[in-house]
């Protein structure tokens, strides 16, 4: 598991909303590598560059906060993720949201998890 820095932002419950925010990143070369919009408008982003992605969302007004999250890869079969979310329970780090995907064929996961403690999340893990 890797600790990266998640960029946060509300967006409005508009058409083209989401499509702006990803064009104006792209603009700016920064690649999207997770996102999860929920219907209240709260954006969760992990880029390449947060630094940079962070610094183009605030200079085109929108109010962003940063936090670290947990991005693994596991092996795309099932009960891949029961095995480090047991770690991290067992550990007693909460897990307070999570996201990830993976392409039909892929034969890997990513995961991104929003947990209370970053790091003691990552080392008990072991990964």
């Known amino acids: ?6 960029l ?3 967006l ?3 058409p083209g909303a989401l499509g702006a925010v990803c064009r104006l990143l792209d603009t700016e070369r920064v690649n999207i590598q997770a996102l999860s919009l ?3 408008g709260n954006l969760r982003l992990v880029v390449d560059n947060h630094v940079h992605g962070a610094a183009v969302l605030r200079d085109h007004h929108h109010q ?3 936090r670290e999250v947990v991005v693994t890869t596991l092996p795309n079969t099932a009960g891949a993720l029961a095995g480090p979310l047991r770690l991290v329970a067992e550990a007693g ?3 307070e949201y999570a996201y990830g ?4 064929t892929s034969t890997t996961a990513s995961v991104v ?3 209370d403690d970053a790091m003691r999340a990552s080392a008990v893990a072991g990964l």
């Open 1 to 6: 598991m890797a600790i990266r820095k998640e």
């Open 8 to 10: 946060n932002l509300r």
């Open 12 to 14: 409005p419950n508009s």
């Open 38 to 40: 929920d219907a209240s």
């Open 64 to 66: 962003v906060a940063e």
């Open 93 to 95: 780090v909460n897990v």
């Open 101 to 104: 995907g993976c392409g039909d």
């Open 113 to 115: 998890l929003g947990v």
